[in-house]
Antibody, heavy 122, light 108 residues
Framework: QLQLQESGPGLVKPSETLSLTCTVS?????????WGWIRQPPGKGLEWIGS???????NYNPSLKSRVTLSVDTSKNQFSLRLTPVTAADTAIYFC???????????????WGQGSLVTVSS | EIVMTQSPATLSVSPGESATLSCRAS??????LAWYQQKPGQAPRLLIY???TRATGIPARFSGSGSGTEFTLTISSLQSEDFAVYHC??????????FGQGTKVEIK
């Protein structure tokens, strides 16, 4: 059974770097799917951040592209998010998820990790 | 960027009744729409993809319909575990993949 788990600091200071890692278990990250990050500010909707293929190919949300870097470590079956510099507006629950590639077309997210709350505050 | 708009923001329904949720795309997305259910403190769960295909393990009381710019999620005979927030997401034109702002289904 495929499972994803986010890990990383829960508190980040303004202007610094948010770093999260998603560990994939139950399947190889080197499968024919992308792996994505989505965030949800408290009480608000979902925002896609970016997705990465095991080869390192990436797609980023244009609204965040200048501040986001995704990376993948196939030896550890992990992928990671780096967002810098952060402001209070980046406070959110950050989810990782498999971004399903079906018939060479990247589509929906399934399954999701449980989420990691990151607060940006001094 | 395709903007997804969900309505209503909150829907009050009695257990056993049906709920109809709407999702509108700012331009045609064919049938490239997914629905998710999110319970408090939990991650979203895929319910529907392809606008009308239920994901594995999703009960038949959940049904999706629509194409183009107008989509509907219907939950028939609401159970206690169905009270949650529902999100729609388009995957027709990307990046970015975009979500609606969510509809909360609450107990009346």
């Amino acid at each position: 059974q495929l499972q994803l788990q986010e890990s990383g600091p829960g508190l980040v200071k303004p202007s610094e770097t948010l770093s999260l890692t998603c560990t994939v278990s139950g399947a190889s990250i080197s499968s024919n799917h992308y792996w994505g990050w989505i965030r949800q500010p408290p009480g608000k909707g979902l925002e896609w951040i970016g997705s990465i293929y095991y080869s390192g190919r990436t797609n980023y949300n244009p609204s965040l592209k200048s501040r986001v870097t995704l990376s993948v470590d196939t030896s550890k079956n992990q992928f990671s998010l780096r967002l810098t510099p952060v402001t209070a507006a980046d406070t959110a629950i950050y989810f990782c998820a498999r971004h399903v590639d079906y018939a060479d077309y990247v589509r929906w997210f399934d399954p999701w990790g449980q989420g990691s709350l990151v607060t940006v505050s001094s | 960027e395709i903007v997804m708009t969900q309505s209503p923001a909150t829907l009050s329904v009695s257990p056993g009744e049906s709920a109809t949720l709407s999702c509108r795309a700012s331009q045609s997305i064919g049938s490239n729409l997914a629905w998710y259910q999110q319970k408090p403190g939990q991650a979203p769960r895929l319910l529907i993809y392809g606008a009308s295909t239920r994901a594995t393990g999703i009960p038949a009381r959940f049904s999706g319909s629509g194409s183009g710019t107008e989509f509907t999620l219907t939950i028939s005979s609401l159970q206690s575990e169905d009270f949650a927030v529902y999100h729609c997401q388009q995957y027709n034109d990307w990046p970015p993949w975009t979500f609606g702002q969510g509809t909360k289904v609450e107990i009346k």
